[in-house]
């Protein structure tokens, strides 16, 4: 690690020199050799494709205040000419860290200088088809309405950082900026009393969950059905569908998390379906089971209709383990006619679901 902080110390220098004309042994941050990448980096970052300078770079300084703040506080130079902080520098205060942290300003400020067009190809960085934004790795956070995109926090995800410094796996628990929490039982399918079909329809998820992968891609299928699993239970409080969705992810070595759809729901525009694809990207990435459950008679927003819409295959049939009685009809109805022409988004997801409607 110790290799990686003074080859970015090196690359902070080499770009502050170059931009403000100052005495230089190179000509270039790109001139400068990456350190050697360790089997832990390797193993922190998902693809097997090496990152580049770019990404290495941003990674690194998205570290810098956890590893060594003191470094950025160069950033902290006024410009005399002004009485101000540097613009180009970027950079926010944070309520209790009295050092320099970090914006997306600050990444393209080391690698493209004051040149417009390395500008624009930095900002593809932070781009949601990136694998930083795709594998919560790093991004950018918190940029104001109307405020430039690259004024947005650079923030190192907790999963990331956490798997670097403990070297074992992040299990998120319930806060503002994740809304769910992991829920696990100490009983086993022994202890649940199922009709068989209910019990046949709970292992067919079970089959899909050790099978998917032959089913869609030795059998050629994926060019016919969708990827992912989407389920829905339904039936009165306290008849197990909370139970069956976390003996589901015990019996295939899989965390179940249940979504607080109260705290989901949000009246900003845009916040509600934000809120849902941060737990739902985490899901999908680290193969977590995301279980819902909500009460429809209590009035279901647009939100839930999507859910459903997106997330649940058409049935062919009343399913008994959603219940065949004319209720889950008349829901499935109400979903189909007022939730057609819902976000898009969703229908990629490659992730096992659950829904769970009481009422």
Known sequence: MNEWIDWFQRVLDVSIRLYFRQECDLSSVYDIPLPKAGPLWKALLPEQVDPTF????????ALMPHLSPQMLDIFFVHNKNFDCPYTEFGGWKGLSHGGFLPTGETAVFLLAGDRVERRLEVVRLFREEHRFHMYHVVGLEGA?????????????????????????????DYNMGFLAKRISTALN?????????????????????????????????????????????????????????????????????????????????????????????????????????????RGISGLFYLLIIKLLPTPKYPSSSCSSSSSFWSIYSKCLSEGTNMHQGWEGLTLKFCLASSG
Not at 254 to 280: P, Q
């Open 189 to 297: 399918w022994e202890d649940v009393v199922l009709s068989y079909y209910v019990r046949e329809e709970l292992e067919e998820i079970n089959n899909w969950i050790t099978g998917h992968r032959v089913i869609l891609s030795d059998w050629g299928l994926s060019r016919f059905l969708k990827a992912g699993y989407r389920t829905l239970f339904y039936g009165p409080p306290g008849t197990g569908k909370t139970l069956c969705a976390t003996l589901i992810g015990k019996k295939n070595g899989m965390d179940v998390y249940r979504i607080d759809l109260s705290m989901i729901v949000s009246k900003y525009i845009g916040e509600t379906e934000k809120n849902l694809a941060n737990v739902f990207d985490q899901a999908e990435n680290r193969n977590w089971i995301p279980f819902s459950v909500f009460l429809f008679v």
């Open 144 to 172: 104001g309405n109307g405020e430039p995109f690259l004024s947005g926090q650079l923030r190192i995800s907790e999963d990331f950082l956490y798997r670097l410094s403990f070297e074992g796996e992040y299990k998120p």
């Open 54 to 61: 770019d990404e290495w770079m941003v990674l690194m300084l």
